[in-house]
């Protein structure tokens, strides 16, 4: 009776493991995979497929096999990439899930006359663009389209487009928000500064040399006269630069190799100007570098309104659809749960 029990016990054993062999040989299955659910948006799901999908649609892998080689699965570079873009596109589903589901509820999708009529606008204007109804068919065949699918693409990105107008149809471009933006941005944006006045900026560089040489501390004077503003507020420092180093232009980088520890350089020209180096810390493999950079500049042009305005004024209906767009799209996700899997892409 022991043995009866013990053999009955084992041939337990060996059917469960063979029925979770077969599971996870299942699961590996192509098939299996592309029905791998990775989010969920309220009721309905996107599958591993779905995202596939929308890569394939993109080109994505063609890119990486473009850039990587065939054997781009195993560039971990590559595989990295791809894995940022997946979950680039796995928001895009999410988000175009939300727009849907909420459009729908809000009743701001056209109805389906309308929508078709969009959608028989835009076949219309890609048959212009490839020059006719059998380039057109042609193109749809290259990208891997039915006509009948185009069409369903075409008329869910109409829909996404009237909910996106839906969205940010409050945002209002006055001519105070573009004046400001001008404003705010003149400096940075639309002043040309002038060329190097190199004489001028020789001659500033030997007075604050000749300063540092009277024993002028280096740090206070960066601050207060070099023209790096990248670097100026920390005393010029550049921190440790290795002799190697080929961020910096060649003549930086002659100007300070042969310094010897705490030693200061001549004015040392390059095209942004003149450089006094000062180094500490110095090994064999580099040094700590702090600069003064000395660039007497002609004087600067700036752009006049005018001539902007209309640039000035797109940008900044973008910059605020954008941020409506976005807004609305977080005080719609609060109100559909959303679960989303990214240790399965």
């Not at 200061?264 to 064999?284: D, E, L, N, R």
Request: aromatic fraction near 8%.
């Amino acid at each position: 009776m022991k043995r009866l029990k013990k053999i009955i016990a084992t041939a337990a054993v060996c059917a469960l493991a063979i029925s979770m062999m077969g599971c996870k040989m299942i699961e590996k299955t192509p098939e299996a995979i592309a029905k791998t659910v990775i989010a969920k948006v309220g009721d309905e799901k996107i599958t591993k497929g779905d995202l596939e999908s929308e890569l394939e649609k993109a080109g994505v892998v063609q890119q990486l096999k473009s850039t990587y080689g065939e054997d781009y699965a195993n560039n971990d570079q590559a595989k990295e990439q791809l894995k940022q873009i997946r979950q680039q596109y796995l928001t895009m589903l999410v988000n175009e899930k939300v727009m849907i589901q909420k459009g729908t509820e809000l009743k701001l999708i056209p109805s389906d006359d309308e929508l078709n009529k969009k959608v028989e606008d835009t076949i219309s204007q890609y048959k212009q663009v490839y020059g006719g109804e059998d380039q057109y068919k042609k193109a749809l065949e290259q990208y891997g389209y039915t006509e009948d699918s185009f069409k369903e693409i075409q008329r869910d990105q109409a829909k996404l487009n009237a909910i996106y107008e839906a969205m940010t149809k409050d945002v209002k471009i006055t001519d105070d928000d573009v004046k400001n933006y001008y404003e705010e941005n003149k400096d940075s944006k639309y002043t040309t500064q002038g060329e190097i006045d190199y004489n001028k900026s020789l001659e500033e560089a030997n007075v604050i040399k000749a300063e540092l040489d009277a024993g002028a501390d280096f740090a206070k004077t960066a601050k207060e006269k070099s023209t790096d503003t990248g670097t100026k507020d920390n005393g010029g420092s550049l921190g440790f630069v290795k002799y190697d180093d080929t961020q910096y232009v060649q003549e930086f980088m002659d100007g300070f190799k042969n310094l010897k520890e705490g030693e200061i350089s001549a004015p040392v020209k390059s095209q942004f100007g003149y450089h006094i180096i000062k180094v500490t810390g110095v090994t064999s493999e580099g040094a700590n570098v702090s600069h003064i950079l000395v660039a007497e500049r002609g004087e600067s042009k700036v752009t006049p309104f005018d001539e902007v305005k209309d640039s000035i004024k797109s940008q900044v209906t973008q910059e605020k659809t954008n941020a409506a767009y976005n807004s609305k799209l977080e005080e719609w996700k609060k109100d559909i749960q959303i679960k989303t899997y990214e240790d399965r892409l």
